[in-house]
């Protein structure tokens, strides 16, 4: 779908809530009554709200499987509002250099990180909930560190489920700065060689917004781990880890 257009600029739009009928190009499974398009008075823009089972309300991308989206940038970002106590997921079917499919499968459902050569389950107990967040998935990173030797080359299908709103969906060439907390690395810094950039203004939310952007790759997965001593966390400490303000993670 998008192999033969350009992406060489700072961003690719793949999805947008806004015009007639935004989903058109879509697989939409679920009836109206749990994923419906509506104006959202916070952002003052349109977005797709899915509701209820994360296992069987979800909207796939391209339509037809045979069908491959082709996009070639690193980040991919989901514009994003997650409600607190509901599960959400989303899945990534992802093409490495040597032609093979991949699918990393990132859910709250998930407890902890589990792999095959050819599929990830990656567990989101990180996630930012109640605020707008640009999740920004770092889909090199977790390429070659979850399937060892291998290397991202593109990236062919996305599943998006509920429980969410949903704003836009774009790549980004270039990383942007984590804002999710005050101490992004929880002590650990970002190498200095790893330069931000910021998210393009017509992808932008507007500045009255509450929102964050939070990056999800392996080194945030293992120091979220490594902050509840080295082991994959229990529900338990998944939620005082999201209800840690920026101040506590940075006293403990």
Same mark, same amino acid.
């Given at each position: 779908?998008?192999?033969?257009? &350009?992406?060489?600029?700072?961003?690719?739009?793949?999805?947008?809530?806004?015009?007639?009928?935004?989903?058109?190009?879509?697989? $939409?499974?679920? =009836?109206? =009554?749990?994923?419906?398009? +509506?104006?959202?008075? +916070?952002?003052?823009?349109?977005?797709? #709200?899915? +509701?209820?089972?994360?296992?069987?309300?979800?909207?796939?991308?391209?339509? @037809?499987?045979?069908?491959?989206?082709?996009?070639?940038?690193?980040f991919l970002v989901l514009q994003i509002y997650i409600p607190l106590g509901q599960d959400f997921s989303t899945e990534l079917l992802i093409t490495d250099l040597g032609n093979i499919k991949r699918r990393l499968y990132l859910s709250t459902v998930h407890k902890e990180?589990?792999?095959?050569?050819?599929?990830?389950?990656?567990?989101?107990?990180?996630?930012?909930?109640?605020?707008?967040?640009?999740?920004?998935?770092?889909?090199?990173?977790?390429?070659?560190? $979850?399937?060892?030797?291998? #290397?991202?080359? *593109?990236?062919?299908?996305?599943?998006?489920?509920?429980?969410?709103?949903?704003?836009?969906?774009?790549?980004?060439? *270039?990383?942007?700065?984590?804002?999710?907390?005050?101490?992004?690395? &929880?002590?650990?810094?970002?190498?200095?060689? +790893?330069?931000?950039?910021?998210?393009?203004?017509?992808?932008?939310?507007?500045?009255?917004?509450?929102?964050?952007?939070?990056?999800?790759?392996?080194?945030?997965?293992?120091?979220?781990?490594?902050?509840?001593?080295?082991?994959?966390?229990? =529900?338990? @400490?998944? #939620?005082?880890?999201? &209800?840690?303000?920026?101040?506590?993670? &940075?006293?403990?």
């Amino acid at each position: 779908m998008f192999k033969n257009e &350009y992406q060489g600029g700072a961003f690719v739009e793949i999805f947008s809530a806004q015009g007639k009928n935004p989903g058109a190009k879509w697989k $939409i499974l679920g =009836s109206p =009554s749990v994923i419906w398009k +509506e104006f959202d008075k +916070e952002v003052k823009s349109f977005v797709f #709200v899915l +509701e209820g089972s994360s296992q069987t309300n979800k909207i796939q991308l391209p339509k @037809e499987n045979k069908q491959i989206l082709g996009l070639i940038q690193r980040f991919l970002v989901l514009q994003i509002y997650i409600p607190l106590g509901q599960d959400f997921s989303t899945e990534l079917l992802i093409t490495d250099l040597g032609n093979i499919k991949r699918r990393l499968y990132l859910s709250t459902v998930h407890k902890e990180l589990s792999s095959t050569p050819l599929h990830a389950k990656i567990p989101l107990f990180m996630i930012k909930r109640k605020i707008w967040c640009n999740l920004c998935i770092d889909l090199v990173a977790f390429t070659s560190e $979850i399937f060892k030797g291998a #290397v991202f080359q *593109s990236l062919d299908g996305i599943i998006v489920s509920a429980n969410c709103k949903l704003r836009k969906i774009f790549t980004l060439k *270039s990383k942007p700065q984590d804002t999710a907390d005050k101490d992004a690395g &929880y002590g650990i810094p970002f190498p200095a060689d +790893e330069p931000t950039d910021i998210i393009p203004r017509s992808c932008q939310l507007t500045t009255d917004v509450p929102q964050v952007t939070q990056l999800l790759n392996m080194t945030k997965f293992r120091q979220t781990e490594i902050k509840f001593g080295g082991h994959p966390l229990n =529900s338990t @400490e998944s #939620v005082n880890f999201l &209800y840690m303000t920026p101040h506590q993670h &940075y006293m403990s």
